[in-house]
């Protein structure tokens, strides 16, 4: 089945540092692509997507590209806030075959940015 | 902006013990979920739907039972609760099937079974 790695568990910043969080996926189809984030106490909120190969979605500083070829959705920020800190979730959804409807979420990658 | 309302905040029960999970939204989406979310596993999808009367079976389905009774309502049931049930448990709503709909997810029910 659809399935989506997010490499680190957690990541620990300074201010102002530059942010990566991996994101590799795995489906039959040509899944949509989405990034949410969960503050604490909190569910889980849309940030960005992205539908197609090559197409970068953004919001807030945070970016990501679709890239078909290598299967991958990174996550990035050029400078990160204490503010950022929260859960990111990296996401596929199913448009076609049996699957429709279903979105599919990878475990998650905790960020501590310290000041 | 969708409002996804959860019902109760938290739940305590014993094992055995028959829970039911309320899942309100206002904005009559089409779509509507339950997930769990463990620390290690992130969010898993239990049950979701497409419509009143209408259930699709998610990854992780055994021990869950959900109903749509309306266009707003979706309920997760706990028949015979277990302590591998103790979770973080959310719902969430879309309105279609195209690429741009974005998932509009309620505060959670925490739920413990002692």
């Known amino acids: 089945g659809d399935s989506v790695t997010q490499t680190e568990g957690q990541v620990a910043l300074s201010e102002e540092d530059f942010l990566t969080i991996h994101c590799n996926y795995s489906?039959?189809?040509?899944?949509?692509l989405f990034w949410y984030v969960q503050y604490p106490g909190e569910g889980p909120q849309f940030l960005f997507r992205?539908?197609?190969?090559?197409e970068k979605g953004s919001s807030r500083g945070f970016e990501a590209t679709y890239d078909k070829g290598t299967t991958s959705f990174h996550l990035r920020k050029a400078s990160v806030q204490e503010s950022d800190s929260a859960v990111y979730y990296c996401?596929?959804?199913?448009?076609?075959?049996?699957?429709?409807?279903?979105?599919?979420f990878g475990h998650g990658t905790i960020l501590r940015v310290h000041p | 902006e969708a409002a996804v309302t959860q019902s109760p905040r938290n739940k305590v029960t014993v094992t055995g013990g028959n829970v039911t999970l309320s899942c309100r939204q206002t904005n009559s989406h089409n779509y509507m979920y339950w997930y769990r979310q463990d620390t290690g596993h992130g969010l898993r999808l239990i049950h979701y739907?497409?419509?009143?009367?209408?259930?699709q079976i998610g990854d992780v389905p055994d021990g869950y039972k959900a109903t749509r009774t309306t266009q707003e309502d979706f309920f997760l049931l706990l028949e015979l609760a277990s302590p591998s049930q103790t979770s973080l448990y959310f719902c969430?709503?879309?309105?279609?099937?195209?690429?741009?709909?974005?998932?509009?997810f309620g505060s959670g029910t925490r739920l413990t079974v002692l």
């Open positions: 739907s497409y419509g009143a009367g209408n259930l």
């Open positions: 992205a539908s197609r190969d090559k």
């Open positions: 969430a709503s879309r309105e279609g099937l195209a690429s741009a709909e974005t998932l509009y």
């Open positions: 996401a596929l959804g199913d448009l076609t075959g049996a699957n429709t409807g279903k979105l599919t």
């Open positions: 489906a039959s189809g040509y899944p949509a």
